[in-house]
């Protein structure tokens, strides 16, 4: 060491060590949420959830246990509604035509838009222009547009018995006999309402399919047609596995649609006639408004959602098995 860094040395203060380590600028000066400022920015996210969707559903989770009436304060019934909802027909009808809404609204609309989809992408789109696919796609989607209950009225006014639009062109073309009472008869009022779910529920399956096949790389339907393979052959070897996430997410939220239908149900049908037509949530909105049975109503919605529940989980779990599948092959 020389005589001049000794000098240095001797003449530079002494530094303290350090007692603590120093605040960054990620930290908080909560100490839980020290390095996640982020946090901070989730905090109304978190504030909504709980008054929205939590609050009520742990409300209506104890309403369940009660025997209320919506006048005076709820009495604690213990399981005195689900043992009376297990053994209620009604209830287990409703289920039984959520089946039916289920055909209408998961698997009808999603094999119909994914052959939509399929053709629109690949044929329509390819022979006439991108711009008449899209238009189509557009007119698919219009029933999604409007509000359910604005479209359940106006297929209402098409299925009028007396002058509907339906039963004037069947007697117009000679086939009076099979005019009916769609929405008025017990026999074909499920069948009607199914057709409509179907008509409404369409376009969303055609908007995600063409949505996905956009990320399809061309290059693949032409190698294919060079093969010489055909339409049906494309579809199943190229458009089916390369959209098949997508296939998972509408069937998830097809399938929740379908299990919590009300709108249509409310305008269509109420339910009737006969019970043909109810469903879990117009059950239970029937014992909460109409039967002032506030208590057992908050029960058919509770298990409806556990049901709903149930339903994601094995949603989830099924896509999460078909991946990890997908990615060991």
């Known amino acids: 060491m020389t005589l001049i860094e000794s000098r240095a040395d001797a003449t530079r203060p002494a530094v303290a060590p350090p007692t603590g380590r120093r605040r960054g600028r990620g930290d908080s000066l909560v100490p839980f949420l020290s390095g996640r400022s982020y946090w901070w920015y989730l905090l109304p996210g ?15 989770i104890y309403l369940s246990f009660t025997d209320y009436r919506g006048i005076i304060a709820p009495q604690w019934s213990g399981l005195d509604n689900w043992v009376t909802l297990f053994h ?11 089946v039916a809404m289920i055909l209408a609204m998961v698997i009808a609309p999603t094999v119909i838009g994914l052959l939509v989809a399929a ?13 008449l696919a899209a238009f189509l796609r557009a007119t698919y989607y219009l029933p999604q547009i409007l509000p359910s ?7 209402g006014w098409i299925l009028r018995p007396e002058n509907g639009a339906l039963n004037t062109i069947l007697q117009a073309v000679g ?6 009472n769609w929405l008025g008869a017990p026999d074909t009022a499920l069948v009607s309402l199914m057709v409509v779910l179907v008509w409404i529920q369409v376009g969303y399956p055609v908007v995600i399919f063409m949505a996905a096949l956009e990320r399809v790389d061309p290059e693949l339907y032409e ?52 019970f043909a037509t109810i ?40 896509q999460n098995r078909a991946e990890r599948k997908e990615r060991e092959r």
């Open 88 to 98: 209620d027909e009604r209830f287990w009808l409703s289920f039984r035509n959520s």
């Open 175 to 180: 086939l009076g006999q099979f005019a009916s």
């Open 149 to 155: 209950v604005i479209a359940a009225i106006v297929i």
């Open 46 to 60: 978190f504030a909504l959830l709980t008054l929205i969707i939590l609050v009520p559903l742990v409300w209506n």
């Open 119 to 131: 053709a629109l992408f690949d044929v329509i789109g390819r022979k006439f222009g991108a711009k």
């Open 279 to 318: 469903v879990p949530s117009y059950y239970s909105y029937s014992q909460f408004f109409q039967n002032q049975q506030v208590g057992y109503g908050a029960t058919i919605a509770t298990a409806l959602t556990v049901v709903i529940m149930l339903v994601s989980i094995v949603f989830v779990w099924a």
């Open 223 to 274: 190698a294919a047609e060079i093969d010489g393979a055909g339409w049906l052959r494309r579809f199943a070897a190229i458009t089916m596995p390369m959209i098949r996430p997508e296939m998972f997410v509408v069937a998830l939220t097809c399938t929740i649609a379908a299990l919590k239908v009300f709108g249509p149900v409310y305008a269509l049908t109420g339910g009737g006639p006969n």
